[in-house]
């Protein structure tokens, strides 16, 4: 999971941001802006490395434990991104309400511990494509959620919804006939709920005004939280750095350097410069892009179901995502 997009439109690894200024109550940029080829390019790097960085996990935890790397991979990239805005706006930047940093710290545990790192310890046991395909359906438990709360998000939506879980169940095929293992299904679909959480609640309790402050508490929150459950299910016992491979270290190194903060500066500076509707359209271009580098550099078998299945939620997202821009 990379990052969720905002409102409801998501899927997948780095922390939800606060509307930046120049968007307006419904998150999107104002109307008339041209889209120029920076932002062309920027959605680009969107689209690649948030969609590569499934790959990048299957990699990393073929020798590193899947909790502790998480945790390694989003403590240093929080700290980074905070030493980059002292850096660039001066100390002061990093400054929240106690209020402020509670809620960052309780998103990045939703979206981080409970979100991307049950996603890494599934992709031990499942192929990188189907666990970008299952995080797809975010969006579709993030309407629910809005529903719940009182919203009505309309007929379309709620159709999105059916159609992800229908593409959901065939989906789960594979673990149910024993293709892969189920246990690995399903924790991608609890990190789905939880990544939806967070996502939703972001944008309801009081969060930091720096999108980038608050992503790095909310990576440092959520690193820490990482790190205390890889050491609780005693990852670090008979664990050697000496066993860890070098494209292991590779992969983790571009995971905080271009997964957590490269694409996370494209994707916020997306927010404030480029229509919603557009910046959106990486909730299903990811889940295509991870199927193909796993196929192509893991070799994952790109079986029936994912085929089937990944069709029906990206078509589902696609929906979900349409109905978003008529609001």
């Not at 395909?133 to 809005?146: H, S, T």
């Amino acid at each position: 999971m990379t990052r969720p997009a905002p409102a409801a439109s998501l899927p997948a690894a780095g922390t939800e941001p606060a509307l930046p200024a120049g968007t307006d109550s419904t998150g999107t940029a104002p109307t008339g802006r041209r889209i120029t080829g920076a932002v062309w390019g920027a959605l680009a790097i969107v689209y690649v490395v948030w969609g590569s960085t499934y790959l990048g996990i299957a990699i990393t935890v073929e020798t590193l434990p899947p909790f502790l790397s998480a945790g390694a991979r989003f403590a240093l990239a929080g700290v980074l991104l905070g030493a980059i805005v002292a850096w660039r706006q001066g100390p002061a930047a990093l400054k929240v309400t106690r209020a402020q940093l509670g809620s960052a710290v309780l998103v990045g545990l939703l979206l981080l511990l409970g979100g991307n790192s049950l996603v890494v310890l599934a992709e031990t046991a499942i192929p990188s494509g189907l666990a970008a395909l299952l995080v797809a359906i975010v969006p579709a438990w993030v309407v629910v959620l809005r529903r719940a709360s009182g919203e009505r998000p309309g007929g379309r939506a709620y159709a999105g919804v059916a159609i992800g879980l229908a593409g959901l169940a065939v989906l789960t095929l594979p673990g149910l006939s024993g293709d892969v293992r189920l246990w690995g299904v399903l924790i991608v679909i609890a990190a789905t709920v939880s990544w939806s959480v967070g996502s939703f609640f972001s944008s309801r309790i009081p969060m930091p005004g720096n999108p980038f402050t608050a992503s790095a508490y909310e990576m440092v929150a959520g690193g820490i939280g990482c790190a205390l459950v890889g050491l609780g299910r005693g990852e670090h016992v008979g664990f050697s750095v000496d066993e860890v491979s070098t494209r292991s270290w590779l992969a983790l190194a571009y995971l905080v350097l271009f997964g957590s903060l490269v694409a996370f500066t494209a994707y916020a500076w997306l927010l404030h410069s480029a229509p919603l509707s557009l910046v959106a359209t990486y909730a299903y271009v990811n889940p295509v892009v991870a199927v193909f580098l796993g196929a192509v550099f893991l070799s994952e078998p790109v079986t029936w179901p994912i085929l089937l299945g990944g069709g029906i939620v990206v078509a589902a997202v696609c929906l979900i995502v349409s109905t978003e821009r008529r609001r």
